[in-house]
């Protein structure tokens, strides 16, 4: 009997305090980064497009002023003044989108076209792009992903 009083008393136990403390920690740090991505996720986020800027010296239109139209399925948004045009306006030769095109068209040497295109806008788009490059007016896009306000510093 004494023999195996011996070997109890030798026999080691597992504590699980060291295992507790690290899962403790780990589980604290994962809250942690979902409270950060989450209100990272719930800011209104915005796109800033800068087209010109005084120390780019590069590409074609370095000495151009870029006027921006923003390509949305239900029509096309004129930039600064925000005016929203509906896709018929495409076709009416008195829209302001045919307006644009013409003032672009008249000063072409210093102006020319940057078309934001959103997901669902890749249609006017196209339609947008056809216009331009019949008149001869240099254009470029910038792809923006949907949801972003777009904010638009030269």
Same mark, same amino acid.
């Not at 986020?45 to 390509?71: H, R, S």
């Given at each position: 009997? +004494?023999?195996?009083?011996?070997?109890?008393?030798?026999? %080691?136990e597992?504590?699980?305090?060291?295992? !507790? +403390?690290?899962? @403790?920690? %780990?589980?604290? =740090?994962?809250?942690? !980064?979902?409270?950060?991505? =989450?209100t990272? @996720?719930?800011?209104?986020? &915005? @796109?800033?497009?800068?087209? #010109? =800027?005084?120390e $780019?010296?590069?590409? @074609?239109?370095?000495?151009? =002023?870029?006027?921006?139209?923003?390509c949305?399925? $239900?029509?096309?948004?004129?930039?600064p003044? /925000?005016e929203?045009?509906p896709?018929? $306006?495409?076709?009416?030769? #008195?829209? +302001?989108?045919? %307006? %644009?095109?013409?003032?672009?068209?008249? /000063?072409?040497?210093?102006?020319?076209?940057?078309?934001?295109?959103?997901p $669902?806008? !890749?249609?006017?788009?196209?339609?947008?792009?056809?216009?331009?490059? /019949?008149?001869?007016?240099?254009i470029g896009?910038?792809?923006?992903?949907?949801?972003?306000e777009l904010?638009? &510093? +030269?």
């Amino acid at each position: 009997m +004494s023999r195996r009083n011996i070997y109890r008393k030798q026999q %080691t136990e597992v504590e699980l305090f060291p295992f !507790l +403390s690290v899962l @403790a920690c %780990t589980i604290g =740090t994962l809250i942690l !980064l979902i409270i950060v991505l =989450t209100t990272q @996720a719930l800011e209104p986020q &915005e @796109a800033v497009v800068v087209a #010109k =800027t005084e120390e $780019d010296n590069k590409g @074609a239109n370095k000495n151009k =002023t870029p006027l921006y139209i923003e390509c949305r399925q $239900d029509g096309f948004i004129l930039h600064p003044s /925000k005016e929203f045009a509906p896709r018929a $306006d495409i076709y009416d030769e #008195k829209s +302001s989108l045919r %307006t %644009t095109i013409a003032n672009l068209k008249a /000063k072409k040497d210093r102006e020319y076209l940057i078309v934001i295109l959103r997901p $669902d806008g !890749l249609e006017m788009f196209n339609k947008i792009r056809e216009l331009v490059e /019949k008149e001869g007016v240099d254009i470029g896009y910038e792809p923006l992903e949907f949801g972003l306000e777009l904010k638009i &510093e +030269s």
